[in-house]
C-alpha cells in the first residue's frame, strides 16, 4: 500500500462544504448504523489554520464489532478500509491511500478518543493562537516527516496532550 505524502496547506472554506456533502451520502449510506451523529474533526474543522487538505470524519456506531458490517457498504461509495487502531476504532481513507480527501473513523462514543477529538477541536477553534502554534508544528513535521504519517501523528503527541490539558482545566 503506497501511501500520499504529507502537505499541509493554507486553510481552505470548502472543507466545510466537502464534509456537509459527505455527511449526506454517510447519513444515506448508513442509516440506523449512526449513533451519536457524524461528525467533522481534525484540522480541516478548525477555520483558519493550515492543515493537510483531508476532511476527517468522525461517527458514533454502537459497537465496533457491528460498525464490521459497514466495511462493505463504505467500500461500495469509494471508502478504502485499514485495520488502523482496530481496538479504538473501523477506520477508511477515500479514494485510497495514495489520494486522500476523507479519513473516516467509526467508534464507539464511550472510547475516551471520542470526547478528545472533540475538546480538542472546540479548544483550538477558540484559541487562535494556540491554533496557528499547531499549524506551524504540523508544517515542520510535515517536512521532518513527509514520507512517515505514523512519525508525523506520533510527533505531535505532546502538544495534543497539552492543548487536552489546558482545555480540560479551562473547562473545570
Given at each position: 500500500?503506497?501511501?500520499?505524502?504529507?502537505?499541509?496547506?493554507?486553510?481552505?472554506?470548502?472543507?466545510?462544504?466537502?464534509?456537509?456533502?459527505?455527511?449526506?451520502?454517510?447519513?444515506?449510506?448508513?442509516g440506523?448504523?449512526?449513533?451519536?451523529?457524524?461528525?467533522?474533526?481534525?484540522?480541516?474543522?478548525?477555520?483558519?489554520?493550515?492543515?493537510?487538505?483531508?476532511?476527517?470524519?468522525?461517527?458514533?456506531?454502537?459497537?465496533l464489532k457491528?460498525?464490521?458490517?459497514?466495511?462493505?457498504?463504505?467500500?461500495?461509495?469509494?471508502?478504502?478500509?485499514?485495520?488502523?487502531?482496530?481496538?479504538?476504532?473501523?477506520?477508511?481513507?477515500?479514494?485510497?491511500?495514495?489520494?486522500?480527501?476523507?479519513?473516516?473513523?467509526?467508534?464507539?462514543?464511550?472510547?475516551?478518543?471520542?470526547?478528545?477529538?472533540?475538546l480538542?477541536?472546540d479548544?483550538?477553534?477558540?484559541?487562535?493562537?494556540?491554533?496557528?502554534?499547531?499549524?506551524?508544528?504540523?508544517?515542520?513535521?510535515?517536512?521532518?516527516?513527509?514520507?512517515?504519517?505514523?512519525?508525523?501523528?506520533?510527533?505531535?503527541?505532546?502538544?495534543?496532550?497539552?492543548?487536552?490539558?489546558?482545555?480540560?482545566?479551562?473547562?473545570?
Open positions: 500500500m503506497e501511501d500520499e505524502e504529507i502537505h499541509i496547506v493554507p486553510y481552505d472554506p470548502s472543507w466545510v462544504q466537502k464534509f456537509e456533502a459527505e455527511k449526506k451520502l454517510l447519513e444515506r449510506t448508513l440506523s448504523w449512526v449513533y451519536d451523529g457524524i461528525h467533522h474533526v481534525g484540522s480541516t474543522s478548525i477555520p483558519g489554520i493550515d492543515a493537510k487538505p483531508i476532511v476527517d470524519i468522525l461517527i458514533g456506531v454502537k459497537s457491528d460498525a464490521q458490517q459497514c466495511i462493505p457498504v463504505l467500500e461500495k461509495i469509494g471508502y478504502s478500509y485499514y485495520p488502523y487502531r482496530p481496538y479504538d476504532m473501523v477506520w477508511f481513507c477515500k479514494p485510497s491511500p495514495a489520494h486522500r480527501e476523507y479519513h473516516l473513523q467509526l467508534m464507539e462514543p464511550t472510547n475516551p478518543l471520542w470526547s478528545e477529538r472533540f480538542f477541536r479548544y483550538l477553534r477558540t484559541h487562535p493562537e494556540d491554533a496557528k502554534k499547531y499549524a506551524d508544528l504540523k508544517k515542520s513535521l510535515a517536512e521532518d516527516f513527509r514520507q512517515d504519517r505514523e512519525a508525523y501523528t506520533d510527533a505531535k503527541t505532546d502538544f495534543v496532550r497539552s492543548i487536552l490539558e489546558k482545555a480540560r482545566h479551562e473547562s473545570m
